[in-house]
């Protein structure tokens, strides 16, 4: 015997059992029970899944299972008559009306996603993320901090006894609290990896490939309206202070522009006219009578002449 006719013997499909195929009373019976009233429809075949196991299909009327069907196993025992139940579901069909692929919450987020009230947890491998702190867990045991940790350990637990709802507080002695104690007080910050694909994400909404940079007079790095960043990020972002801009609130690349650049169209200041100039230095003289010379004051020649004739 070839091995091929071994194969086809064994994927071979048995025949229905006779008594399981004759038992369709007692899968619509299974089915009308499983089914709201009604919605148990035809009978639409038989499919045999084994030796004396078979399957009976029922359409589904339900509208909003439109193509799917009623599945009712039922199987007897070796030399039994009696035909019992196995299950019963609701299976689809080849044009059934099927959902969506399922997919993760994590890959459904868009930002813009999160309202009031939410949280959004981040994984302890998160790649975006990376230690706020480095070095060893442990300190040296004569160190000054681990000498103290030991003698306040009992004092401070006891404090913290009744601060259930809080995280653990980090063991003393170690990396954590003494990054606590020096101020440090994020145990994660921004690895390379997240500051790139936010650098990614904030170029794309307002970088130098935007239409409205494009069109700019001048990028941001020259504009007074620009705050900068502190951090590596400075060197290649800041924020939008110009209220009247597209941009104002929002994280700009130092190749972004656009029309509100402080500097693109400078209003000319009015001419003012120049100061009346007093001389403060000099004391002008006003005499009270005038001078001999001035030609202000009488003569001998000026007297009068009405009695000239009459000498």
């Known amino acids: 015997m070839s091995a091929a006719t ?4 064994t994927a071979r499909t048995p025949v229905p059992d006779r ?8 899968a619509r019976a299974a089915a009308e029970e499983a089914a709201a009233p009604g919605v148990v429809g035809e ?14 299909y029922f359409e589904c009327k339900d509208p909003a299972y439109r193509g799917w069907r009623w599945a009712v196993t039922v199987a007897r025992a ?16 080849a044009d059934a009306l099927l959902a969506p692929e399922w997919v ?5 987020l868009r930002p813009g996603d999160m309202g009031p009230g939410d949280l959004l947890p981040t994984e302890a491998d998160d790649l975006r993320l990376e230690p706020g702190y480095t070095g060893d867990d442990e300190l040296p045991p004569n160190s000054v901090v681990a000498a103290l940790s030991g003698e306040l350990a009992e004092l401070v637990d006891s404090e913290d006894a009744e601060l259930t709802t809080r995280p653990d507080p980090p063991r003393r002695g170690s990396i954590a609290a003494v990054a606590d104690e020096l101020g440090m007080r994020r145990a994660r910050v921004l690895s390379r990896y997240g500051l790139h694909a936010a650098a990614d994400r904030w170029d794309e909404g307002f970088g130098a490939k935007t239409p409205m940079a494009q069109a700019a007079p001048a990028s941001c790095v020259s504009c007074a309206f620009l705050v900068p960043l502190a ?4 060197q290649a972002f800041g924020v939008c202070a110009n209220e009247f801009g597209p941009a104002d609130g929002h994280v700009v690349s130092l190749s972004y522009g656009c029309g509100g650049h402080s500097e693109a169209a400078v209003m000319p ?3 003012k006219p120049a100061p009346h100039a007093l001389d403060t230095m000099q004391v002008d003289e006003y005499p009270l009578r005038p001078a001999r010379d001035s030609g202000s004051v009488p003569t001998e020649t000026d007297a009068p002449t009405e009695d000239l004739g009459h000498s």
Do not use: Q
Request: proline share 7%.
């Open 6 to 9: 071994t194969r086809s013997r």
């Open 19 to 26: 008594l399981c195929a004759e038992a369709v009373g007692l």
């Open 43 to 56: 009978h639409v075949g038989v499919v045999s899944e084994g030796d004396r196991v078979v399957t009976h």
């Open 78 to 93: 070796s030399r039994a008559k009696n035909v019992t139940l196995d299950e019963t579901v609701l299976l689809p069909g």
């Open 104 to 108: 993760p919450w994590s890959e459904r």
């Open 231 to 234: 951090g590596s990020l400075k």
């Open 269 to 271: 200041k009015p001419p």
